[in-house]
């Protein structure tokens, strides 16, 4: 089972959603998607983990 985890300063929960199935038969890039619980409590170190958050939904970087 691959690990998905990722150690982001602040979050608790935040998984990369690489190499899950897409359409085609083809497979999500990793680090092209990301989700994670309260992106509000994301420190500034953790906005600057790799993979770097490009966007957010709901929440800008300060």
């Known amino acids: ?8 300063d602040g979050c608790c929960n935040v998984r990369d959603l690489g190499g899950l ?11 092209a ?3 994670a619980d309260s992106l509000d409590r ?4 953790g906005w600057a983990s790799p993979p770097r ?3 957010s939904y709901g929440r ?3």
């Open 53 to 55: 958050p490009r966007h």
């Open 1 to 8: 089972m691959i690990d998905r985890h990722l150690d982001w």
């Open 33 to 35: 998607v990301v989700r």
């Open 21 to 31: 199935p897409a359409r085609g038969g083809r497979a999500v890039r990793h680090g």
């Open 60 to 62: 800008r970087p300060p």
């Open 42 to 45: 994301l420190s500034p170190a």
